[in-house]
């Protein structure tokens, strides 16, 4: 797993019927009750819902509740039961009372158990109307030994001697609230008049201070970046399942995940950002999604700069190659991105979009760049915005026309790429001028381009600005230049040139089409290859089976025993792998044909060792090659590049 997946409301309850519009106060109020035995797989709901100005009442809820007890305004009534809801008649008063009564059997879909619950937002325990915000007060009970928690602000707790209470209070929802349940111990630091608390399974429950450690240090680090935390709490549950998943103020973690560090670092780290970027200022998807991005730049990127240049140079230079393996039928405009649905979005709407806040940074400077994000967010904070605002902030702050900047990167859905096609190096008055011509292949953009020319005894670093198909550039030193680098740091978003971008598993994994070869007939090895092909290349992408006569045509995945993987890789002039390490139980490597076609090998002792890949080896997709051992991966390499074609070498 990446990282938390963020949770975008959308009632799965199925309904069927028409949903006029309520016509009143856009906002409805919710006092709850919620009664959960996990054991049981019992639950019970009572609603007191608080109605403004309408004749009826329109409400989206599970089918597979039943409905108990229907008052208005102290009147029993009927519920006109329809498949995913129901719809209220009422006397159109200003202010209506309804009280509601649910139970049901928690269905097999859901996860329920001594482990614990899960009743997602998305799920249709809680009844909804269509109105656009929602407030709530939430009492969730359990039973002993379980506690509850959910999004929002935490207002009271009570337990008896069988059973545990938690209030939970939102003034203004975007979504219906999720409520996790489990044996969970609990610890809590208050940080800044924030409740800082983890609910853990047992096992795990030594993770707690190094987690609550964590988030109180990217608390005060976004606070300062960019204003006070929004809410009052921030919780980290885990999860029986193997999940990760974001909501307001809470991070819902498979238990298996808690202990691993990234999700204690980058992870973490993007999840509390989003109560700034997406829960504090809320994104307009009408017009894109900035907030994947710029939750990307600031904490998964940050954190990997504050590891110093190199660690920074090397997450851009990765978004580089992933987009490189991005096939132009897949690529989409970042003002087209709305959420992530496989890999080739997420190439777009987090990682280029990141580098767009990277290259902007770079444009204005980094106290303008700090300055437009408070003044975005005092601006915005629970309100929605699109990336016209963002636009705005940074105009006012730096008193410059961006329009060209956000343009060309927003709106195009190709990248730059340049050619150094042309250096030379002779004397000047003050010593030395270099002269270089950079030329832009397709597209012409605006790039701020950084230079770095090597002279004896020192660097000259400078920018230039490229803005024609063509321009040539003169640079002083004082000492005779013996290098010259065009974007040695991978600075500016642009297509690597061959020689820049090895081949890595992603070019055949993010491929529309792919054709697959199985060298293998034995039923393990055939079973463990659908589910792996399953896994690597998801349901988006058309895979084809070949024999082993065809001609390979495009992207194509090759699987099979090693000792025939070998055979066959020899036979077909295909690189194998950079050392045979006979200790390995299996491997996946990539490779070009001189036609630039991508082709994985997978090689594997036997259908276990194949299986072994299943979980692990999709997320080893900016990997060249990749070595097992059972199934832990052992070694893990990127082939070695050439020289850059952006680098020349002046003559001695």
Excluded at 107 to 119: F, N, V, Y
Excluded at 194 to 223: C, G, M, P, W
Excluded at 407 to 415: D, F, G, P, T
Excluded at 591 to 614: F, N
């Amino acid at each position: 797993m990446q990282g938390v997946i963020r949770v975008t409301f959308a009632v799965v309850c199925g309904l069927t019927f028409a949903l006029p519009s309520i016509a009143a106060d856009r906002t409805i109020h919710y006092n709850v009750n919620l009664y959960v035995d996990p054991d049981a797989r019992a639950i019970e709901i009572e609603n007191r819902i608080t109605v403004n100005g309408t004749d009826r009442l329109i409400l989206r809820f599970a089918d597979w509740l039943d409905v108990d007890r229907v008052i208005v305004d102290g009147t029993t009534v009927e519920l006109d039961r329809q498949s995913g809801g129901g719809v209220i008649s009422l006397p159109g008063r200003d202010r209506q009372i309804v009280f509601l009564t649910l139970s049901g059997d928690i269905p097999e879909t859901i996860p329920a158990g001594s482990d614990g619950a899960a009743l997602f937002g998305s799920s249709g325990w809680f009844p909804i109307t269509q109105a656009e915000d929602l407030s709530y007060e939430l009492q969730v009970t359990v039973p002993r030994p379980y506690r509850a928690v959910s999004s929002g602000r935490l207002s009271e707790e009570t337990e008896t001697a069988s059973s545990t209470s938690a209030t939970f209070i939102s003034d203004m929802a975007l979504e219906p609230p999720s409520v996790f349940i489990g044996p969970y111990a609990q610890a809590e630091r208050v940080s800044s008049n924030v409740r800082l608390r983890t609910y853990f399974h047992k096992d795990i429950q030594d993770f707690s201070d190094q987690y609550l450690e964590k988030s109180e240090a990217y608390l005060n680090r976004f606070s300062s970046e960019i204003g006070p935390y929004p809410y009052q709490d921030f919780h980290v549950v885990s999860s029986p399942l193997p999940v990760g998943y974001g909501f307001v103020n809470l991070a819902y973690v498979g238990r298996m995940i808690v202990p691993l560090p990234f999700m204690q670092g980058r992870s973490l780290a993007h999840e509390i950002l989003h109560n700034w970027w997406g829960n504090g200022v809320f994104v307009d998807y009408r017009e894109g999604n900035w907030a994947e991005g710029l939750t990307t730049y600031m904490a998964d990127y940050a954190l990997e700069a504050d590891k110093g240049p190199e660690a920074a140079r090397q997450m851009r230079l990765d978004w580089l190659r992933d987009f490189a393996a991005l096939p132009p039928e897949r690529d989409m405009p970042v003002k087209a991105f709305r959420s992530k649905r496989h890999d080739a979005s997420q190439i777009v709407g987090y990682n280029k979009a990141a580098f767009v806040f990277h290259m902007l940074k770079g444009e204005i400077g980094d106290e303008k760049f700090t300055e437009s994000l408070k003044q975005f967010w005092a601006e915005h904070k629970f309100s929605y915005a699109d990336w016209s605002d963002l636009r705005h902030a940074f105009e006012t702050v730096t008193g410059r026309d961006l329009g060209w900047f956000f343009e060309q990167w927003l709106e195009s859905k190709v990248a730059p790429e340049i050619q150094l096609s042309m250096a030379d190096v002779h004397r000047g008055s003050n010593g030395y001028v270099s002269e270089f011509t950079i030329r832009q292949i397709g597209s012409v953009y605006s790039l701020n381009i950084p230079i770095v020319i090597e002279t004896r005894g020192r660097l000259v670093s400078e920018h230039v600005r490229l803005s024609e198909r063509e321009q040539t550039f003169r640079i002083q030193s004082e000492t005779k230049p013996l290098r010259l680098n065009v974007d040695p740091s991978f600075d500016v978003f642009r297509r690597l040139l061959p020689g820049e971008s090895p081949a890595i598993l992603r070019d055949v994994t993010l491929a529309p089409a792919v054709d697959v070869l199985l060298l293998s007939e034995q039923s393990p090895f055939v079973d463990a290859s659908q589910r792996l092909l399953a896994r690597l290349l998801g349901d988006d992408t058309v895979t084809t089976p070949i024999s082993t006569h065809g001609q390979i045509e495009k992207a194509t995945v090759v699987l099979g025993p090693s000792e025939v993987i070998e055979e066959f890789a020899t036979a077909n002039g295909l690189e194998g792998l950079p050392q045979n390490d006979t200790g390995n139980t299996a491997a996946a490597w990539v490779t070009r044909l001189e036609d630039d076609l991508p082709v994985m090998l997978i090689s594997a002792r036997d259908g276990d060792a194949l299986s072994a890949l299943v979980r692990s080896l999709p997320h080893y997709g900016r990997q060249s090659y990749v070595t097992y051992a059972g199934n832990k991966a052992i070694e893990r390499g990127i082939w070695p590049v050439e020289s850059s074609p952006l680098e020349f070498v002046f003559p001695d």
